[in-house]
């Protein structure tokens, strides 16, 4: 299979930790990369490889891979964090890309 | 520093063919290991990758579109054409072009530009 499943939804209180998930077969070979969109923004990369933040990310945002699923974890919300989440990674033939349908993460 | 900017026209009838420029600095695609791929995103919906071409003029498209699509570069002015035939409105979407990687096995797009809004309609 060549997709990627992201809960739609995920709300979070301030200040706490939250977990966006992403489950996909080809994540059993391949670590998903992650980006944030915000309305009416480009996307902007948040996560990629195993745990790699490109520079001016804050430390906050991490990733986790176990099996066919990954994860984007937040530890410490910020009302700026509130956006569209999407993970993407190399599908089976290793040189496409297949993307999640997004997780719309609301900070209360 | 690294941009990138599509251009294009922002309005096309059914069954036209769409032509969209990519063009961006702060890198070579002749340099090895530099790929740029084509991303569109409808109204409302989810990003979906529609195609890339790498420094070698490796391309890869998508699957369930790849019959419609074409990538090329033009390395001497730092521009990547995407064409799409026969347009249909369900091919309204906002149009991105990024700078693609890998690395620890994954790909990821380090740099997107601004998007181009593609209307299909007549």
């Known amino acids: 299979s060549s997709e990627l499943t992201q809960d739609p939804a995920v709300s979070v209180a301030l200040g706490q930790t939250v977990r966006i998930t992403c489950q996909g077969d080809s994540l059993r070979s391949y670590f998903a990369s992650w980006c944030q969109q915000k309305p009416g923004q480009a996307p902007v990369l948040v996560i990629y490889g195993k745990n790699n933040r490109p520079s001016g990310i804050p430390d906050r945002f991490s990733g986790s891979s176990s099996g066919n699923t990954a994860s984007l974890t937040i530890t410490g919300a910020q009302a700026e964090d509130e956006a569209d989440y999407y993970c993407n990674s190399r599908d089976s033939s290793g040189n496409r890309v297949v993307f999640g349908g997004g997780t719309k993460l609301t900070v209360l | 520093q690294v941009t990138l900017k599509e251009s294009g026209p922002a309005l096309v009838k059914p069954t036209q063919t769409l032509t969209l420029t990519c063009t961006f600095s702060g890198f070579s695609l002749s340099t090895s290991g530099m790929r740029v791929s084509w991303i569109r995103q409808p109204p409302g919906k989810a990003l979906e990758w529609l195609a890339r071409i790498d420094w070698d003029d490796d391309k890869f498209y998508s699957t369930s579109l790849w019959t419609r699509l074409t990538i090329s570069k033009d390395t001497s002015k730092n521009q990547v054409v995407l064409t799409m035939t026969n347009m249909d409105p369900v091919d309204t979407a906002t149009y991105y072009c990024?700078?693609?990687?890998?690395?620890?096995?994954?790909?990821?797009?380090?740099?997107w530009g601004q998007g181009t809004l593609v209307t299909v309609s007549s």
């Open positions: 990024a700078r693609m990687g890998y690395y620890d096995s994954s790909n990821f797009f380090d740099y």
